[in-house]
């Protein structure tokens, strides 16, 4: 994973699976942003092809760092799969969706 930031914001790019064997890694990856001083993450969920229950908590987790921070996260793009879940579990409001930030990238590899 490589990071390119601003002082405040950074959007992370996910892509593969987001499950219980990828999640502790986009986890401390995530942490360690909000951490870093990137308060404000916009998430590109666009190359993500499936999301379990580790996968949700790492980004409610992540959702409610950055708020406690002074910042948010948002994301960008979700796949239909992934839109389903969120809309079936209600989480608009704590990882709403976001317009694409012209903004650095932090890449990383869910899979």
Same mark, same amino acid.
């Given at each position: ?39 404000? %993450?916009?998430? &590109? ?9 580790? =996968?949700?908590? #790492?980004?409610?987790? +992540? /959702? ?24 079936? %579990?209600?989480? &608009? ?9 012209? =903004?650095?990238? #932090?890449?990383?590899? +869910? /899979?």
């Amino acid at each position: 994973m490589t990071a390119v930031s601003d002082p405040l914001s950074a959007t992370v790019v996910l892509d593969g699976e987001i499950d219980i064997a990828t999640a502790p890694a986009i986890r401390r990856f995530l942490m360690a942003a909000i951490s870093g001083g990137n308060v404000h %993450l916009a998430v &590109d969920m666009s190359g993500v092809t499936f999301i379990d229950a580790s =996968g949700i908590g #790492v980004l409610v987790a +992540a /959702a409610n760092r950055a708020r406690e921070a002074g910042g948010s996260l948002s994301l960008l793009a979700p796949s239909r799969q992934v839109q389903r879940l969120l809309d079936l %579990l209600h989480l &608009d409001a704590i990882l709403p969706a976001a317009q694409r930030p012209a =903004g650095p990238v #932090v890449a990383g590899s +869910a /899979a």
